[in-house]
Nanobody, 114 residues
Framework: QVQLVESGGGLVQPGGSLRLSCAAS????????MGWYRQAPGKQRESVAN???????YYQDSVKGRFTISRDNAKNTVYLQMNGLNAEDTAVYYC????????WGQGTQVTVSS
């Protein structure tokens, strides 16, 4: 059974940082590109960043230079380091396999507020 478990969210002040983690199971993790997505209240889910099997990364324009996606194949985990957070980053963050999506996990809430 494929499972995705996101963690690391929380309440942070503008300009702050968080590191999100997503533990994947049920597939050979190293064979899949992975992506981070987010869904803000009243908006559609959108892609934030993704990382290929060999570490090539892609970022949405609004997070370039602030967010860093990485992966640890030994731990079946993908990370999202988020720096310089602002109110527009407030959303529930999810991960999924890129191009071979499975059911969404519960996500992790990120709230940026003073």
């Amino acid at each position: 059974q494929v499972q995705l478990v996101e963690s690391g969210g929380g309440l942070v002040q503008p300009g702050g940082s968080l590191r999100l983690s997503c533990a994947a199971s049920g597939r050979v993790f190293s064979r899949y590109a992975m992506g981070w997505y987010r869904q803000a209240p009243g908006k559609q889910r959108e892609s934030v960043a993704n990382i290929s099997t060999v570490g090539t990364t892609y970022y949405q324009d609004s997070v370039k230079g602030r967010f860093t996606i990485s992966r640890d194949n030994a731990k079946n985990t993908v990370y999202l380091q988020m720096n310089g957070l602002n109110a527009e980053d407030t959303a529930v963050y999810y991960c999924n396999f890129l191009g071979a999506m499975t059911s969404w996990g519960q996500g992790t809430q990120v709230t940026v507020s003073s």
